[in-house]
């Protein structure tokens, strides 16, 4: 459904520069600025890129006040524009009813408004809190306690004694709470440490598909409200993500780490154990942290092992030379081999 221009501006607050009235019926990226859309450009230079399509208007930053179309002025154009997608795509309804084909045992506690998709079970002394989803297929083990609003998606399981807090997404294939990776060798034989903790994902949580978070040896394992976990990531046992933590794809955290708050893990990032990383941190992408590492606040980290980011670029660039830098090195040795033949001729 089409809304105004007029309409859109007062969803985000911000502040109409070109015709009220224009009809915006969808909203799109920059990349697809299809007619009648609305979408954000952070600059003038991303700006540029529209000039001559047929996008109906932009948000633009409170800097930027000329343009061929109309403009949204905003403090943060990203932020209003996902603002903008979730108007003309609102979530998901679900219908707030128990499949005869759900399985709830008969000590399970079933909060009101509660969907229960086919195929999808809640076993002994399970909490399910009022508004949340299960889908079809996935396993709400005993004594596991679902918080309310939370939507766990096909085929996730949640083993014994974990919790999951409000308002919490657990998509397609992710397994909390399974055996962390725990064995002592005896001599002969790789003996298994029981893993007898559990898993606390707390409010605001969202877990990307098939990544997995390990039951705790002893205690818990803890992800902090309003993380943000991308598709493939592996978190072992006992470890610990603070708030709004965000860890990107194909992540693997060993076990005993800890993460501080407001901290970006960039995709294949990888920790050894008992690593200690502060708050409001970023590990650059493919980075690796050796065992034991400890990395204070506001750090940025790269390469593998992870250095901070001014070190690894004077390294980076070094690397990019080192063709030139050989054949310099080369020609050195020929001409220090050239001399030493010299001084040893006028010795003679």
Sequence with gaps: MAKTL?????????KLIGDDQTAISSVTTIEIPQSGAITFANDEKNLAK??????????????????????????????????????????????QTISENAFVHPSATIGSN???????????????????????????DKNVTVGSNTIIHPRVTVYQDCQIGSNVILHSGVVVGADGFGYV????????????????????????????????????T??????????????????????HTV?????????????????????????????EVGNQVIVGAQAGLPTGKKVPDGSILLGSPARPMADMKKQFGAQLRSAET???????????????????????
């Design 50 to 95: 529209l000039q001559g399509t047929d996008i109906a208007a932009v948000l633009v930053p409170e800097s930027i006040t000329e343009f061929e179309k109309p403009l949204i002025q905003v403090a943060n154009p990203k932020l209003a524009w996902a603002h903008l997608l979730w108007a003309f795509h609102p979530a998901r309804e679900f219908d």
């Design 247 to 275: 860890v990107c794809a194909q992540v693997g955290i060993s076990g005993s780490c800890s993460v501080g708050q407001y901290s970006t893990l960039a995709g294949q990032v990888g920790f050894g154990d008992h690593c």
């Design 6 to 14: 007029s309409e859109l501006t007062n969803l985000i607050s911000g």
């Design 114 to 140: 509660v969907t229960l998709e086919p195929f999808s079970v809640v076993r002994e002394n399970a909490k399910v809190g009022d508004g949340s989803v299960i889908r079809s297929g996935s396993i709400i």
């Design 222 to 243: 803890v992800i902090h409200a309003g993380v943000k976990i991308d598709n493939l990531v592996q978190i072992a046992h006992n470890c610990e993500l603070g708030s």
């Design 326 to 348: 050989l054949k310099v090195v080369r020609d050195l040795a020929k001409r220090v081999e050239e001399l030493e033949k010299k001084l040893d001729k006028q010795e003679v």
């Design 185 to 220: 060798f005896d001599g002969q034989r790789q003996f298994k440490v029981p893993q007898v903790g559990n898993v606390i994902i707390e409010d605001h949580v969202e877990i990307g598909a098939n990544s997995t978070i390990d039951r705790a040896t002893a205690g818990s």
